[in-house]
Antibody, heavy 121, light 108 residues
């Protein structure tokens, strides 16, 4: 089955760190750009970061630059998001999403179920 | 940075009616880079339309997309009960992705 499964969310205090993981299965992971997208009731959907197939290029939304790092391990079909210096406004559901360049370019064609990150004192 | 605005915020319609959702960009964008998603409560977003007017795999043909420049439209020709949901437009440009705030399609 083609799927993405996130893990690693939880409750942390402001300033703390958290590492999210996403396990991919059912498709050739190493041939796809991958992204993290987050969602809050107030802000809606917000793209956070994406990473090229081989990990050589990475892009971030301005609000997380310098604090979050996206990475991947193609040998383990896994995507990661290291989140440091977390802020209350980072509270959201974080989705792992596939970002194809060929079939449906510049979109997110496969999403995980999401993992909730809550930053609160 | 391109900002996407969606209207209306909420659309209240009955099954069988036609739904017309608008997405406006703060500056002209390439049609290739405009997409639409559907999201139901408790679910992840689902890709509906890419490249302004191409339907994603498995999307019924009652969903159609159109537009150019700064104005784009998602049309649902005849609403089915399962179509009542939130809809987001999305743009890609300069290696960044942005989403609109969404339109909620409710049952009238």
């Amino acid at each position: 089955e083609v799927q993405l499964v996130e893990s690693g969310g939880g409750l942390v205090q402001p300033g703390e760190s958290l590492r999210l993981s996403c396990a991919a299965s059912g498709f050739l992971f190493r041939t796809y750009w991958m992204s993290w997208v987050r969602q809050t009731p107030r802000e809606g959907l917000e793209w956070v970061a994406n990473i090229k197939e081989d990990g050589s290029d990475k892009y971030y939304v301005d609000s997380v630059k310098g604090r979050f790092t996206i990475s991947r391990d193609n040998t383990k079909n896994s995507l990661f998001l290291q989140m440091n210096s977390l802020r209350v406004e980072d509270t959201a559901i974080y989705y792992c999403a596939r970002a194809p360049r060929l079939t449906t370019p510049f979109t997110f064609d496969l999403w995980g179920q999401g993992t909730l990150v809550t930053v609160s004192s | 940075e391109i900002v996407l605005t969606q209207s209306p915020g909420t659309l209240s319609l009955s099954p069988g009616e036609r739904a017309t959702l608008s997405c406006r960009a703060s500056q002209s964008v390439r049609s290739t880079y405009l997409a639409w998603y559907q999201q139901k409560p408790g679910q992840s977003p689902r890709l509906l339309i890419y490249g302004t007017s191409s339907r994603a795999t498995g999307v019924p043909d009652r969903f159609s997309g159109s537009g150019s420049g700064t104005d784009f439209t998602l049309t649902i020709s005849r609403l089915e009960p399962e179509d009542f949901a939130m809809y987001y437009c999305q743009h890609y440009g300069n290696s960044l992705f942005t989403f609109g705030p969404g339109t909620q399609v409710d049952i009238k």
